[in-house]
């Protein structure tokens, strides 16, 4: 099952990355543009061009780029002129803090409301964590963001608006950081744990119709314990499955969150490269989301294979 996954992802890798690479070098201007400003003349942009390696053809630059990508080498930003396996490590640390809080967060919640939608299913309650939850799921993300920096930054100043530390201080703790990663950690774990409490929710909803938790009413074990003991592990695999295929969706929202709070994460340099056109940039940080959703995805499978050991062979 595992070698079936890897052979299937290593070619969507590949026609992933063919495709973005070649969508980047259609749009129009060039790194050139972006790295002389003002002295953007046409013959300096052709000199630039030249001494990037951007003035080959299109087909032979993608080969090149695949030859330095089998050797290891993600090439040097255009923009920054530093290696891009560097930069990326710089700036990944702080986006896995974010994802680890976020995901923590946002399970976490939807186990605990799931657990009740499901058990109260076609009731009040989940009538009004249902609503609750149409509501964060169609609130854009930049927009969710913005109202928490007016509201607990801005308006109640309980938390900074920004940032990743406090530039006033030398040496930052990690408290600091930790303060500064609140709100763009509630922000995403918030808006996910809208549609993954509600498959978790309708998970828990038919897992209880089912004959073992009949069963095990009726020999008098508590409705309480068969939700921990019974339900909750069967129900699990939908949000497993859910969770390693919403890597990419995370990501995408965490472009906008970065972005919002000015947070140094991938997602910010992503858009920073893609508003300067910094092929390489680009080209690495998709590659990097395209093999991490690859490993979220395989990630599921054997969490699934574990919680039910009937899926390990299908």
Not at 4 to 13: F, K, W, Y
Not at 152 to 181: F, M, S
Not at 273 to 295: C, E, F, K, N, R
Request: net charge positive; aromatic share 12%.
């Amino acid at each position: 099952m595992i070698l079936s996954r890897l052979a299937a992802s290593a070619l969507t890798l590949v026609l992933l990355v063919t495709i973005v690479f070649f969508m980047v070098h259609a749009t129009p201007g060039g790194p050139a543009y972006s790295i002389l400003g003002q002295k953007a003349t046409p013959e300096a942009v052709r000199q630039l061009n030249v001494r990037l390696g951007l003035s080959a053809p299109l087909w032979k630059q993608y080969l090149v780029w695949w030859a330095h990508l089998l050797e290891g080498r993600l090439g040097y930003s255009y923009l920054l002129n530093r290696p891009v396996a560097g930069l990326i490590a710089a700036y990944a640390a702080n986006t896995l803090a974010l994802y680890l809080g976020a995901i923590t967060l946002s399970v976490l919640l939807s186990i605990a409301i799931g657990l009740v939608q499901g058990a109260f299913w076609g009731q009040w309650p989940a009538r009004l964590i249902g609503a609750a939850q149409l509501v964060l799921y169609a609130m854009p993300v930049f927009f969710a963001g913005t109202i928490l920096i007016l509201y607990v930054a801005v308006k109640w100043r309980w938390l900074p608006a920004g940032g990743i530390a406090d530039i006033r201080h030398a040496a930052p703790g990690v408290a600091d950081y930790a303060r500064h990663l609140i709100l763009p950690v509630v922000t995403v774990g918030l808006l996910g744990t809208a549609g993954l409490s509600r498959y978790f929710g309708a998970a828990v909803h038919e897992e209880l119709g089912k004959d073992y938790v009949r069963t095990a009413l009726a020999k008098g074990l508590g409705f309480g314990a068969v939700l921990r003991r019974h339900v909750l592990r069967n129900a699990l695999r939908p949000l497993v499955t859910i969770l390693g295929l919403s890597f990419p969706y995370i990501f995408a929202g965490s472009v906008l969150v970065e972005t919002v709070f000015d947070y140094p994460g991938l997602g910010f340099l992503l858009w920073r490269s893609a508003l300067s056109q910094d092929y390489p940039v680009i080209s690495a940080i998709v590659l990097l989301i395209g093999v991490l959703t690859v490993i979220g995805n395989l990630l599921a499978d054997l969490v699934n294979g574990w919680l039910d050991p009937r899926e390990r062979f299908e």
